[in-house]
């Protein structure tokens, strides 16, 4: 089976075909930037272009980055207040007249990782942690997901979010070293592990190609590694999310 995959990201959004029963991509990831403002019509808009790129008539799956409930977001993430209680599948619907399936982009990343990277296997509680424009997580137990997780939301103790004082988009806005970043991101994972407990941190996103210049950074006791997909688990993991 054979799914368009879409990873939708505050900044840029990227798509490919991914073969489902192997976790892996089947085309050449296509990637455009993420409109602004990044309204449900203008993205809409980009989708479209995703679709009419690959000529793709079937099933598409989009990782999305706001938490859901029922399948409405909840809020509108780093994109725009106007996605608050849109139905993100119906709207993409009805503006490709293919079929979607829509998750959080943060849960996608970790579903690619569960079925077939770095988490497939692992007992106890793991953490993904996608970091990007903002802070996304995905949170199992016993290969168990539990859904819609922000824990890139929690405060630090001078009362900021950690997404406002940890993800790569501060990193390269305060221009901080790698060095910098990376005990920042100490506080963040040793915060995860004292409220958690797990058996692994995995690291999404961009900077997931980069770990070894701020991993020695982070001094806690749990396991931490890269994505084995890297920046591709959104794309592989939205399109598993429809054959979950």
């Given at each position: 089976m054979q799914v368009l995959g879409i990873d939708i990201g505050g900044s840029g959004i990227k798509a490919a075909v991914v073969a489902v029963d192997k976790g892996i991509l089947v085309s050449e990831r296509f990637r455009v930037p993420t409109p602004k403002p990044a309204t449900p019509n203008n993205l809409a808009?980009?989708?479209?272009e995703m679709c009419n790129h690959f000529d793709w008539k079937g099933v598409v799956a989009c990782g999305f980055p706001t938490p859901f409930y029922q399948g409405k977001c909840l809020t509108g993430g780093n994109l725009h207040t106007e996605w608050k209680g849109v139905d993100v599948a119906a709207l993409f619907k009805e503006a490709t007249g293919n079929e979607f399936t829509v998750v959080n982009d943060?849960?996608?990343?970790?579903?690619?990782?569960?079925?077939?990277?770095?988490?497939?296997?692992?007992?106890?509680?793991?953490?993904m942690v996608t970091l990007g424009t903002g802070i996304g997580s995905a949170l199992f137990l016993d290969g168990k997901l539990l859904p819609n997780t922000e824990l890139g939301h929690l405060y630090t103790d001078k009362g900021i979010l950690f997404e406002k004082y940890t993800s790569d988009f501060i990193r390269k806005k305060e221009n901080l070293s790698r060095k910098k970043w990376g005990k920042r991101l100490h506080t963040y994972f040793q915060h995860l592990e004292m409220l958690f407990a797990p058996s692994l941190i995995i690291i999404g996103g961009g900077a997931s190609k980069k770990i070894h210049k701020f991993i020695d950074q982070i001094q806690?006791?749990?396991p931490i590694v890269a994505a084995k997909a890297q920046n591709d688990a959104g794309i592989i993991g939205a399109a598993l999310a429809v054959k979950k």
């Open positions: 808009k980009a989708i479209i943060a849960d996608a990343a970790g579903l690619a990782e569960l079925y077939f990277g770095a988490a497939r296997g692992v007992k106890g509680t793991v953490i806690v006791s749990v």
